[in-house]
């Protein structure tokens, strides 16, 4: 089982992606504000999408 994101880290994902950021710099942005992934790994491209693409992301908006 995933641990969850906070809400505030799922709304700064889509705040930056919003501001027109790609994948990979919002992943090093986030790294470099050192705000850990849901599992404290190291956040890629494909984890953003991952949680940009989530079924409970897009039922809430």
């Excluded at 889509?14 to 790294?31: F, K, M, P, W």
């Excluded at 999408?49 to 908006?61: E, I």
């Amino acid at each position: 089982m995933r641990s969850p994101l906070p809400a505030e880290t799922i709304s700064t994902i889509v705040e930056l992606r919003s501001q027109g950021l790609t994948l990979r710099a919002i992943a090093g942005e986030l790294t470099t504000q050192g705000i850990p992934t849901a599992r404290g790994g190291k956040w890629e491209a494909a984890t953003i999408k991952a949680v940009l693409d989530s079924p409970a992301l897009k039922h809430a908006a």
